[in-house]
């Protein structure tokens, strides 16, 4: 047995969840989406979330009570799970996170349910402290030094003035939502399982580290 499937049998012996926060520019995205194809899991990140709601009709925003966000991000998980990552109608209006403490309460119980149903990578701001640690969930953090970061994000087209503002800005967006939604005043390594530094690795070998340590 070879490819997706012998990965996911191995898999089922370790980790079936892996939780990814990921530093502005360090490349967190790709080495997730690499992770999950290796693995043979769903990819979630939080944009997949929210589209998922938009495109079943629902509105997070609107949504105070912990019970109904919890069934509402149960039903944007189904939505998701029959349309994949590539949901239609790509024009939705999505709801912007970072605005709004309700939403990221949603997006909180979406990772939560996301989880529970095992063989998923979630991309997701602190989805690692969303999550509750156990052997068969892998959380880790791919993080960068801010001026490699920049670099990154200046790569991509951005002005480097730019790119090295939204390092920073992320980096300090991260640090206060910890902070607010978890009473984390300081991010540690010791918060993770794994911590990769892709200021020289590229995502392929950054991949291949976290396939490793979910099927071993």
Do not use: W
Not at 116 to 142: K, M, N, Q, Y
Not at 148 to 176: I, K, P
């Amino acid at each position: 047995m070879t490819g997706p499937d012998a990965a996911r049998s191995v898999a089922s012996l370790a980790a079936n969840v892996i939780c990814m926060s990921c530093e502005l520019g360090s490349g967190g995205e790709l080495v997730g989406l690499l992770v999950a194809e290796e693995l043979g899991f769903t990819f979630v990140d939080e944009e997949i979330i929210t589209r998922a709601a938009a495109e079943a009709g629902l509105h997070p925003a609107a949504v105070r009570v912990e019970e109904e966000r919890r069934s509402l991000a149960r039903r944007a998980f189904d939505a998701l799970a029959a349309s994949g990552p590539e949901l239609p109608g790509g024009g939705a209006v999505l709801p912007t996170p970072d605005q709004s403490a309700e939403i990221r309460n949603y997006i909180r119980d979406a990772i939560v349910d996301t989880a529970a149903r095992g063989e998923v990578v979630i991309v997701a701001h602190a989805a690692s402290f969303a999550v509750s640690p156990s052997p068969t969930t892998l959380r880790l953090l791919v993080a960068g030094t801010p001026a490699v970061r920049a670099r990154r994000l200046a790569g991509e087209g951005r002005d480097e003035g730019d790119a090295a503002r939204a390092v920073e800005s992320s980096d300090e967006s991260r640090r206060d939502y910890l902070k607010r939604f978890y009473g984390v005043e300081r991010e540690l390594p010791t918060h993770y399982d794994l911590v990769l530094n892709t200021d020289h690795l590229d995502a392929d070998r950054a991949a291949a580290i976290v396939v490793r340590a979910a099927t071993s």
